[in-house]
Structures are given as structure tokens and as C-alpha cells.
């Protein structure tokens, strides 16, 4: 079976917005209103759904808010869903959802990070329909820097286009923008130096190719063996090429994110991996042990690559990447690399 893409999105299309985790309070408004005018500045048709509530923890009960993003994903008229931001319980919905309605559906862009990548990662893995893991909808107000992505980009691009990204010059070091106090803001504060580095050991040429699929570890790691987290099925049933498989951690220490990527490896989530990217993290350090060594304790007998500090995940900016894409990883010389088609 071959992955499934959604239709480039055009000018006209329709995006849906709803909040399948946690809801936008009213001090957080502005900024949502000012991320709808970015995508109505693009052409595009905004709807937004009835779970957006930002007064509790989530949004709506869960069963509301499976309800309304199964609809979106399914209403042919939606060519995107987009939730303004993640948050804690989105995995409520896992088993909620029906997917047996989205998987014959005419496939849609669902685009997210963070808690939202527990629904991603479900989808395509159930499903074999493409997913976008990126800046949410309250960062579409932001400029992206070269050489990365931002996920409109991706998203409008022709079917089979090579999309090409690699490490960004700098990184955000001093943590979130206050958009109560500016709902404006539109440049990141990039401030310190950033590098992806080998950790496997390795120091010779890279040329990897495969499937990609991961998420946030702190989400992720409950779908591991349910049918909602089934890498090694989705191995065999769409990626006789392998698989690149990447994550990263939002605020683990490193003893929690060892132990979380141990977990994913018993699990099989690397037994396809002809790489692993590991996302730059703020997590902290635990004592004597940091996120590298995190990294090098549960992954560095994969005899794989295995690169971290790479831009994807909660310390802005990050790449576009998409779920069920053939990525070829790079690293060879000065050139550091990754070329998806969504092919």
C-alpha cells in the first residue's frame, strides 16, 4: 500500500480550525485572530469549529471534540484542519475517532505539533494518510527562516516536488514570545547558534532514505503498542524502503526521556530506521545525565545514524515535516540535509 496525500492546497480552499486538546482563553484571542488573517491573507477560507473553549483544560468533553474533528476530516469540502496549539489530553480522542470514515475519506491535511502529534502519528499510522508535523496555527504569524520550511509551503507544493531543508543558522534560546502582550509578534527572537551533531558515534558520509514518522516523545510514547502507535505495521504495509524516524522532547528530564526512548525501541519503533532525528530540546538535564547522553544511552546501539539538535519540535524555529514523506537524509561534508517527497 502507498501513502495517501491530500491535494495540494489552493487559493479558496477551505481550513478548518478546531482545538481537539486544549481551547484558546480569551487573553489568547488576539493572537488567534491574528493567525486567521494570515491564512485569509492567502487566499484561503476560515471556519472555525464549536471546540475552541479555552476556559478548562480541553476544550469540550471528548466525545464533542472527536466528533468535530472526525467531520473535518471527512467533509470533502475541508482540505486542511488545523488546531491553534497542542496541549495534555488529546489522547482521549484516540479511540474516538473514526478512522474507518477518514481513512475512505478523501484525504485532508492535518497539520500540528506538540500534544496535536499524538492524533497525527495515530492517523497516519492507521490510516496510511499523510500528516504535518509543524508550527501550529498561533505561530503562522512568524517568519519562517531559510534554509527551513513553513508548513503552508509544504503544503502547496506540487505532488512529488523534492522539499528541501536543513539547519537553521540560529535558534530561539530565551523561550515564548508573550503574544497576550503582543498578539502581533512576526519575527522570532533568533539569538542563539544552532548545529545538528552525530550522536551514534559515526563520522563518515550519510546518504539515508526511508518513510518518516515520530512525534513529541512526552505523547507519543502511550500509542507504542496499541493499534495506534503500530510503526512496525506501518513498516511492512507502506515503507519497503524503511523508515526515518524522529522526535523530540518538550520538557522530560533526561532520565524520563531514556526511558521513553527505550520504551519506543522495545517497542520496535526503530527496528526499520535507517536514521533517527532527535529535535532540539530546552528539556532539562538530569543529574549527571543529559539529553544527549538520554539519547546515547537507549539509541546508540542502533548502529544507525542518529542526529539530534535538529529543528523540529518546541525550541522555534522548526522544519515542516510530514508524516508517511520519502526523506533522504544527508550529512556529508558540509552539507546537512533533508529532502522530502510526497511521493
Do not use: K
Not at 162 to 190: I, M
Amino acid at each position: 500500500m502507498s501513502v495517501r496525500y491530500p491535494d495540494p492546497l489552493a487559493p479558496g480552499d477551505r481550513v478548518a480550525v478546531t482545538a481537539p486538546s486544549a481551547g484558546v482563553a480569551a487573553r489568547f484571542r488576539p493572537r488567534l485572530d491574528r493567525a486567521l488573517r494570515e491564512l485569509e491573507a492567502r487566499g484561503l477560507e476560515v471556519v472555525l469549529g464549536e471546540c475552541l473553549d479555552g476556559d478548562g483544560v480541553v476544550s469540550a468533553p471528548a466525545a464533542h471534540r472527536a466528533a468535530e474533528l472526525t467531520a473535518m476530516l471527512v467533509d470533502p469540502a475541508v482540505r486542511a484542519v488545523v488546531p491553534p496549539w497542542g496541549g495534555v489530553l488529546a489522547i482521549d480522542l484516540v479511540d474516538l475517532l473514526d478512522w474507518d470514515a477518514v481513512a475512505a475519506a478523501r484525504p485532508t491535511w492535518f497539520v500540528g505539533f506538540s500534544d496535536t502529534s499524538t492524533l497525527l502519528t495515530a492517523m497516519t499510522l492507521r490510516t496510511g494518510v499523510a500528516t504535518v508535523h509543524g508550527p501550529a496555527l498561533m505561530e503562522l504569524p512568524y517568519t519562517t527562516p531559510a534554509p527551513l520550511l513553513p508548513w503552508l509551503d509544504v503544503v502547496r507544493a506540487p505532488a512529488g516536488a523534492p522539499l528541501r531543508q536543513g539547519p537553521s543558522a540560529q535558534h530561539v534560546g530565551g523561550g515564548w514570545d508573550d503574544v497576550v502582550a503582543h498578539p502581533h509578534v512576526d519575527r522570532y527572537t533568533l539569538d542563539t547558534p544552532s548545529a545538528w551533531v552525530r550522536l551514534d558515534g559515526g563520522a563518515g558520509d550519510v546518504v539515508a532514505r526511508g518513510r518518516l514518522v515520530g512525534g513529541c516523545l512526552e505523547t507519543i510514547t502511550h500509542l507504542a503498542g496499541s493499534p495506534y502507535g503500530d510503526v512496525p505495521g506501518f513498516a511492512r504495509a507502506h515503507a519497503p524502503e524503511g523508515l526515518v524516524v524522529y522526535v523530540e522532547a518538550s520538557e522530560d528530564t533526561a532520565f524520563s526521556t531514556a526511558r521513553r526512548l527505550h520504551g519506543l525501541r522495545l517497542a520496535g519503533w526503530f527496528d526499520d530506521a535507517s536514521a533517527v532525528l532527535v529535535g532540539r530540546t530546552s528539556a532539562p538535564d538530569s543529574p549527571g545525565f543529559t539529553q544527549h547522553d538520554a539519547v546515547r544511552d537507549a539509541l546508540g546501539g542502533l548502529g544507525v545514524p542518529v542526529v539530534a539538535d535538529v529543528d523540529c519540535g518546541h525550541v522555534p524555529p522548526q522544519m515542516t515535516l510530514v508524516n508517511g514523506a520519502l526523506a533522504t537524509l544527508t550529512w556529508r561534508g558540509d552539507e546537512r540535509s533533508l529532502v522530502q517527497e510526497l511521493v
